[in-house]
């Protein structure tokens, strides 16, 4: 945890102007999720109206997700260097003027810039946020139920994308799915100012360039070469060259990081203590976690049960609105009961609601074969991931809080990344292998086996919990 940017501690929650600091980094990290997928269910009108060919579309939405989790490890380190206060209003200025470009947009080089300038602004609003939670909440038990706000706003805010692109578009205009974070994000700016108005800056140490070239650009290039497995052969050129890429600018980043770097962005002793290297290995393994679940499931109720975009929007509604409530309970058990006893719980809850959910075929009735899984699972979820980030965050040393939520950040995106592409990658081969099926039922197959993939990830996720601090608490 951070303390040279922090006013004198208090024990507990913030008082006074700092009880906004809460809302405020859940709103942040609302904000940061909702643009991840609100602008899908916009991009027929948006390649409508700019002429985008079907290759360049996609970027509309890669280049935000790119963006946002190969800038986070600099994103994490500029909180450090310049105080959490400074790294989110620069991220929320810099996050409204790229969707008010977004918005303004007139031809598709314009709207794709602003989406790798949103995804920026993004990386440095996420990171902000857990360090300012880090920072404001120094009692285990307030700390737990801060991180489960975060995490809940964080889910609702993507299940919220499909419905609120939709409603957006059709009511108004795919422009207004940007503009309408410019008022938002301007409201934000000028309660992060009077909220954290009595931190001070970080320390004045140079930022580590040659790190942050090599691991943002191996990021990006690992990430992007993986996503593309979901749609061609490992082996093929697409994959394969960007994949190689990002592994050998990641070896070269934790050589300089080891041992060229006077003041590395990612301090490798980090990994040395437990709570830190365990609870961002098991951030990774979660995110197949969270592809299977809204991903797929999504999929399912479009291509199987025959649903549109906003009906299986409203359709996972009831998962988000159960996860949002599970979140908020994970809070307070954290320190009573410990992470281990709440992994172990989600690995159940995965474990009987994916394989439930694997059950499911074209005939399925979604109230008895989808709704009920679902719930199941956005339990699990909503108990395991704020645990995992309380855990993963809670032992950052001084003065590295912001690194430290980067790095949890990034294992998450990261580890949904490839979940993705693994995952697609099982679907189609099952699919394929069904040759005597209705496609609806070839379809069905591939994703029930996703489902019990995703539900022996959950056990697998479980057992490892025991690498975890055995503390209760989250310090």
């Known amino acids: 945890m951070t303390s040279t940017d922090t006013a004198p501690r208090r024990a507990g929650s913030p008082a006074g102007p700092a009880r906004l600091v809460l809302p405020l980094a859940c709103a942040a990290q609302f904000m940061v999720i909702l643009d991840a997928s609100i602008v899908n269910v916009a991009l027929p009108s948006v390649r409508a109206d700019l002429g985008f060919t ?43 003027a790229a969707s008010l470009a977004g918005g303004l947009a007139a031809a598709p080089e314009i709207l794709v810039a602003a989406r790798l300038a949103q995804g920026m602004g993004a990386a440095l609003m996420a990171p902000a946020t857990l360090a300012v939670i880090n920072t404001f909440f120094t009692e285990p038990g307030a700390r737990a139920r801060a991180f489960g706000a975060w995490s809940a706003a964080g889910g609702v805010g993507g299940m919220a994308g499909a419905l609120a692109g939709g409603a957006i578009t059709t009511g108004l205009s795919w422009r207004w799915v940007f503009l309408v974070n410019v008022p938002i994000g301007a409201a934000l700016i000028a309660v992060a100012l009077v909220s954290l108005a009595r931190t001070r800056s970080g320390r004045r140490d140079s930022l580590d360039l040659t790190g942050a070239v090599t691991g943002t650009a191996g990021l990006a290039g690992l990430i992007y070469g993986i996503t593309q497995g979901a749609e061609h052969a490992w082996t093929s050129p697409r994959v394969a060259v960007p994949v190689a890429a990002g592994v050998i600018l990641l070896a070269a980043f934790v050589a300089v990081e080891a041992r060229f770097a006077a003041r590395p962005m990612v301090p490798l002793r980090l990994f040395r203590i437990r709570g830190i290297a365990a609870g961002n290995g098991l951030l990774l393994l979660f995110g197949g976690i969270t592809i299977a679940m809204w991903y797929f499931t999504s999929l399912f109720l479009q291509n199987v049960l025959g649903f549109s975009a906003l009906s299986a929007g409203l359709g996972q509604t ?8 599970a979140a908020r309970w994970a809070g307070p058990l954290l320190p009573r009961i410990g992470a281990r006893l709440l992994l172990a719980a989600g690995g159940a809850l995965f474990l009987a609601g994916f394989g439930w959910l694997s059950l499911a075929g074209a005939g399925t009735a979604y109230l008895t074969g989808v709704l009920g899984p679902t719930l199941l699972v956005a339990v699990g979820i909503g108990l395991t991931f704020p645990t995992l980030m309380a855990v993963a965050t809670a032992d950052a040393p001084e003065g590295d809080a912001g690194v430290v939520g980067g ?10 990344s490839i979940g993705l592409a693994v995952l697609a990658t099982a679907a189609g081969s099952r699919a394929a292998a069904e040759t005597g099926a209705s496609p609806a039922e070839a379809l069905a197959s591939g994703y029930g086996l996703v489902f019990l993939m995703a539900a022996g990830i959950g056990v697998v996720l479980a057992a490892l919990g025991v690498l975890l601090p055995s503390h209760r608490h989250t310090r």
């Open 407 to 416: 790095l949890a950040n990034t294992a998450g995106q990261a580890g949904g």
């Open 318 to 325: 009831p998962a988000a609105v159960t996860f949002m409530l």
């Open 54 to 96: 079907a290759t360049g579309l996609a970027w509309v939405v890669n280049g935000y997700l790119l963006a946002f989790a190969g800038f986070m490890l600099p994103g994490g380190r500029a909180a450090d260097l310049f105080g959490p206060r400074r790294a989110l209003v620069a991220g929320l200025a810099l996050f409204s």
